[in-house]
């Protein structure tokens, strides 16, 4: 009787090899051993599937999302769990500390916690029709899958958690260091420290540069998955697709919502660096969506007088359209990079190649809900919930993911 591998499994890896000697299984071969038949026939039971079906209920999940596209990433990988677990979600919320005081107070109107960007995760949550947990409070969940550990909410740190990256990470400032030295809250220093908490079970990742990034500040290696991440793992297609955008052959400047976030920046600085940058090319700016429009049009006029400014627009679409990218922390350079555009930013660029989204045309939230899967399987049977494989060969159609491989 051919035995179940116990190691990583692998579809073909990138160097051609495995790391250590066990089986290279097809996505096929790999099912037929889940579910207890082997390639040859021979009969094989699966404890851990056996338990499952014999669960009397379905798992609950709580999906914590954050800014509008932290839930919506939430949500793309929940429709892959349909039917299978009982999925509830909630805008991020705090429950604890100086952090709730101060919310209450409604001191923390600029950040996911309330004010537009807690609204506009509300609305879409209900706009979709999704079942709302506000704060996770009339649920004992299994499982929680959230998008920030930057705050662990004191209700669901007794949980299994997968956390998700969504966005790029601050840099590693003088706040940064200091919040690591002297153990402060994470949150001081704002997204430079996610990932850093150590509080979930596993966390899924854009890429294997940042999955080194995360693991080189802390992050216990065993603990960080490959996956991709929704709306940055195709984004060619994104830029391409449909673009009806009508200019061409302009600078794109993309700026931030840095002040709106009581973040450093010196905007006309940055504006003149832009023009430079330009050189007599024409120069088109996309205003983030939560920044002070009509401040940051007047500051734009007031040194490029002739600049187009847009403050809607698909700015992928843009992106496509033009000869050079400017950008503070935006991740829109990862769209220029993408799609081999000159490409500027306050961010190494070299640094951000080594770190660019995995393009696997579209599977992250797919390979995000499979590592859930396993997790919430775990909980729900009492029995293992290592990820052991995040299978992603081209019967899966989900690129190339890290192999994982954890002890049970």
């Not at 673009?243 to 940055?270: C, G, H, I, M």
Request: aromatic share 8%; hydrophobic share 35%.
């Amino acid at each position: 009787m051919a035995r179940e591998p116990t190691g990583p499994v692998t579809c073909g890896s990138r160097n051609g090899s495995n790391r250590r000697k066990t089986p290279t299984l097809t996505c096929g071969e790999y099912r037929e051993r889940r579910r207890g038949r082997t390639a040859d026939g021979d009969e094989k039971y699966d404890n851990e599937a056996d338990s499952l079906q014999s669960t009397t209920r379905r798992p609950s999940i709580l999906f914590i999302g954050g800014a509008l596209n932290q839930t919506r990433i939430a949500h793309a990988v929940s429709q892959h769990l349909t039917g299978q677990f009982d999925t509830w979600f909630s805008p991020y919320f705090v429950d604890a500390g100086v952090i709730r005081f101060l919310d209450r107070a409604d001191l923390l109107e600029w950040t996911a916690l309330g004010g537009v960007m807690k609204h506009q995760s509300l609305e879409y949550l209900q706009d979709q029709g999704l079942p709302i947990d506000e704060g996770g409070v009339n649920n004992d969940y299994d499982l929680v899958v959230t998008t920030s550990d930057l705050l662990v909410q004191k209700t669901i740190r007794d949980k299994k958690i997968v956390l998700l990256q969504e966005g790029m990470t601050d840099p590693e400032n003088f706040m940064y260091h200091v919040v690591r030295k002297l153990r402060l809250p994470r949150y001081l220093a704002s997204t430079a420290t996610f990932g850093l908490s150590d509080s979930y079970t596993y966390m899924c990742v854009a890429s294997e540069g940042y999955r080194n990034l995360f693991i080189r500040k802390g992050a216990s290696p065993d603990k960080v998955v490959v996956t991709g991440v929704p709306h940055w793992d195709d984004l060619r297609d994104q830029a391409l697709s449909g673009n009806d955008f009508p200019l061409r052959n302009y600078v794109l400047v993309a700026t931030s919502d840095a002040r709106e976030t009581l973040k450093v920046d010196r905007r006309k600085r940055f504006i003149k660096r832009a023009a430079a940058i330009a050189d007599g090319r024409p120069m088109v700016f996309k205003l983030h969506p939560n920044e002070n429009a009509v401040r940051a049009t007047r500051e734009i006029k007031s040194v490029v007088p002739e600049a187009l400014v847009f403050t809607t627009g698909n700015a992928n679409h843009m992106i496509a359209h033009c000869t050079a990218l400017v950008t503070q922390y935006s991740t829109l350079a990862y769209t220029g990079l993408a799609l081999g555009k000159e490409v500027h930013s306050y961010f190494d660029v070299g640094e951000l190649r080594r770190m660019l989204p995995q393009q696997n045309n579209g599977t992250s939230a797919a390979a995000m809900a499979e590592v859930v899967r396993r997790v919430a399987s775990g909980v729900a049977t009492g029995g293992k919930d290592a990820v052991r494989d995040v299978c992603s060969c081209r019967d899966c159609g989900a690129g190339t993911h890290r192999v994982n491989t954890a002890a049970g």
